[in-house]
């Protein structure tokens, strides 16, 4: 399956006022390498995430996500060590299309990200007010450089 997004960092958390779904992450990287491999702890379900290198621009990659025991989740997460990080997840509906915001926590504290999947790389999008500077194929906010950041 092909991933296409773009991220961006937040201009203000003034997006909460929209938000209609919040859910805790916490996700580890088992290689972060190329391809990388996460496990995630979404609530109360785990997954394992395999994902191909990006493109040049940074906006599409293979992805391959399964649902796997959140038992395993759980024991996946204790071998990544410190290549682990949370976050708040907020869904935020905007004209047509549903953004995923991230609110950093831990030693990321205050950081917030959105991310955007468009069908297409050419894809056209209004950004909304809350919206900041375009991040997407910045390596510096990628969650598997943010994990591994000591």
Known sequence: MLEIEHKYLLRSDA???????????????????????????????GYLTIKGPTDPRGLQRAEYEYEIPLEEALELLELCGRRR???????????????????????????????????SADELVELPEWVGQEVTGDPRYYNSRLAAEQ
Do not use: C
């Open 15 to 45: 997006f909460l006022r929209e938000a209609t779904d919040a859910i805790k992450i916490d996700q580890g990287y088992l290689s972060p390498g190329k391809p990388t491999v996460r496990v995630r702890r979404w609530g109360d379900r």
């Open 85 to 119: 990080l949370t976050k708040t997840r907020y869904i935020v509906p905007y004209k047509g299309k549903n953004w995923e915001v991230d609110v950093f926590s831990g030693r990321h504290e205050g950081l917030m990200i959105a991310e955007l999947e468009v069908a």
